[in-house]
């Protein structure tokens, strides 16, 4: 389902104001983003990718509203901008890590100019959550290891189980298993 004309039309005005009001603190020419509803699914409610395009999700805005997911389309234009300036400003690579990183200060500087809570993740109440209709679906499996249970999609499982890979655990270190398997599984 797509957003009505007029849900695009507000996204894409709040996005232009939003690059216009960071291009004018930072004396930036940041140009304006495309914008594409092409995300799916229940994992990711915006994207930025680099500094041209926003990706956004029409069944997360259906839900949240535009009020809520307003904090969503703002937090990818502070991506855009950021990325604009740290490539054609200050002429830096892709950073991991730092005050360039794509959740690092300079993107929180970014949000709090916007008037918002530099937060990584969105807050999603568990009543939305439930409204939204997964994408792809993959049977999940449970794999023991020391510490606790892990769940992992059946495909990685059985890929573990014909090759013989062992499965680790990231936080014990200990080899996991499938119940009524011998094989030990990990990532190595």
Aim: hydrophobic share 35%.
């Amino acid at each position: 389902m797509t957003p009505t004309s007029a849900d695009e039309a507000f996204y894409a005005d709040q996005i232009r104001l939003a690059v216009m009001r960071l291009n004018h603190h930072y004396g930036s020419t940041c140009p304006m983003p495309m914008i594409r509803w092409s995300l799916t699914g229940v994992t990711t409610l915006g994207r930025a990718a680099g500094h041209r395009l926003i990706k956004l999700n029409s069944q997360y805005a259906r839900v949240l509203g535009r009020e809520e997911y307003l904090q969503t389309v703002l937090h990818e234009a502070c991506h855009i901008v950021t990325t604009w300036r740290r490539h054609h400003v200050f002429q830096l690579p892709h950073a991991s890590t730092g005050p360039w990183a794509p959740h690092g200060a300079e993107w929180g500087k970014a949000m709090r100019l916007l008037g918002l809570r530099p937060d990584r993740t969105a807050r999603i109440s568990p009543e939305a959550h439930a409204q939204l209709k997964p994408g792809r679906t993959s049977t999940k499996v449970p794999v023991y290891c020391s510490c606790t249970t892990h769940w992992i999609t059946a495909a990685r499982a059985q890929r573990a189980i014909s090759t013989g890979a062992v499965l680790r655990c990231k936080v014990c270190k200990s080899p996991c298993r499938i119940p009524g398997q011998r094989n030990l599984l990990t990532s190595r």
